[in-house]
Nanobody
Framework: QVQLVESGGGLVQAGGSLRLSCAAS????????MAWFRQAPGKEREFAAT????????YYADSVKGRFTISRDNAKNTVYLQMNSLKPEDTAVYYCAAGLMPGATMSSDYVHWGQGTQVTVSS
């Protein structure tokens, strides 16, 4: 089994930056596609970013493209989400996920999930 634990969330002012981390344990995730999703209060969970097993193929939602960067360190079994130029509308719980389909953007395509970390952006 794979356990995913997110960290790095918090409160930040608009225009600021945060770096989220997702540490995997129990089994290596080096062969998995990894992704970040987010869920704002009262809204559906939505896709943010994904990358393939080697990290050289990334894909972003239009809402975060150019501001967020997803990366991974397979030696550390960790995935990151660097978030810059944050906006109040980025406020959400951010979830890390692992799956077998590179480029997948639907939550149903991912089999392992973390518990989430809260990101709050104040205006």
């Amino acid at each position: 089994q794979v356990q995913l634990v997110e960290s790095g969330g918090g409160l930040v002012q608009a225009g600021g930056s945060l770096r989220l981390s997702c540490a995997a344990s129990g089994r290596t995730v080096s062969s998995y596609a990894m992704a970040w999703f987010r869920q704002a209060p009262g809204k559906e969970r939505e896709f943010a970013a994904t990358l393939n097993w080697s990290g050289d193929n990334t894909y972003y939602a239009d809402s975060v493209k150019g501001r967020f960067t997803i990366s991974r360190d397979n030696a550390k079994n960790t995935v990151y989400l660097q978030m810059n130029s944050l906006k109040p509308e980025d406020t959400a719980v951010y979830y890390c996920a692992a799956g077998l389909m590179p480029g997948a953007t639907m939550s149903s395509d991912y089999v392992h999930w973390g518990q989430g970390t809260q990101v709050t952006v104040s205006s």
